[in-house]
């Protein structure tokens, strides 16, 4: 296995920072989308359970977010970090040439995801979704209110986020890494990342139901950091549709207690065995 780090100029001009473990024999890709505030060396579960089975793992930096260049925690639109993402594709491609690709997104990154999927389904060959839904976590509709007042006519202001990261796992060794990072602030964002987290899905919403490829949705049955994951499971019209809860777990399945992440993640490589033949 070979692990490389380095990175690309995307639309703005911002230096994007990846990562990719790529085995020696590889049978396929899957290109991962963090979530808000966290980056790339968050996956090592993932890496460790995958590459041995011969994928390839590449996962970018989102702008403003790890070692990539940008405003921290902040965005004009989903938009440009889904461009940031299919330019990536591009790359991973000609590295590796004529293998099936999987595109994989975390909570922010599922929301990615979805878009990503609407604007290239015919490009790759699979999604998963975990710690997905419509819209991040339940706010005060005076706070939303105020974020999409401020997203229009101060989009960069810093807003404080009120983010506790005790839901992300049960873990407390995984909660204790995530608040010792020093990549990662998770006690702001800006008002327009903020407000994206909230509207994004109208505006998606009928295209969700025309997609066609084989979808992974996989969900804690206590996260509480994406709210709306039966609306998106409904909306998910494609014949090849596999929904998997995991009853115990919080936020991020793959970074749960052994006994639950095991579970995820044997389901995440069995979907993708049963698709790459």
Known sequence: MEHSEDSFTNKFGLKI??????????????????????HSGRFKNVVDKLVPHNYSIYINDHQGHGKSE?????????????????DFTKIIKKKQPNLPIF??????GSF??????????????GIILTGSGTTG??????????AKILSKILPKMMLPSGHDANILSND??????????????????SARIGK??????????DEIRKL???ILLQKGGKDVGVVGFSELVDDVRTKDKTVKVYKESKHEVYNEVPEIREVALTDLLNWLEERVK
């Not at 920072?17 to 963090?34: D, L």
């Not at 979805?114 to 604007?119: M, R």
């Not at 407390?172 to 964002?189: A, F, Q, R």
């Not at 994206?196 to 919403?205: D, E, P, S």
């Open 17 to 38: 920072y990846y990562q990719s473990w790529v085995p020696n024999e590889p049978k396929a890709i899957v290109q991962i989308a963090h979530g808000i505030w966290e």
């Open 70 to 86: 940008g405003k921290r925690t902040h965005i004009d639109s989903f938009d440009d970090f889904v461009d940031d993402c299919y």
């Open 212 to 214: 066609t490829l084989p």
């Open 103 to 108: 595109f994989l997104g975390l909570s922010m």
């Open 137 to 146: 976590a339940g706010v005060n509709p005076i706070t939303l209110f105020i």
């Open 112 to 125: 990615l995801g979805q878009i990503y999927a609407i604007n290239h389904q015919k490009e790759i060959n």
């Open 172 to 189: 407390p060794e995984v909660v204790k890494k995530y608040l010792e990072d020093p990549l990662i602030d998770n006690s702001k964002g």
């Open 196 to 205: 994206l987290h909230f509207t994004f899905y109208k505006k998606i919403k």
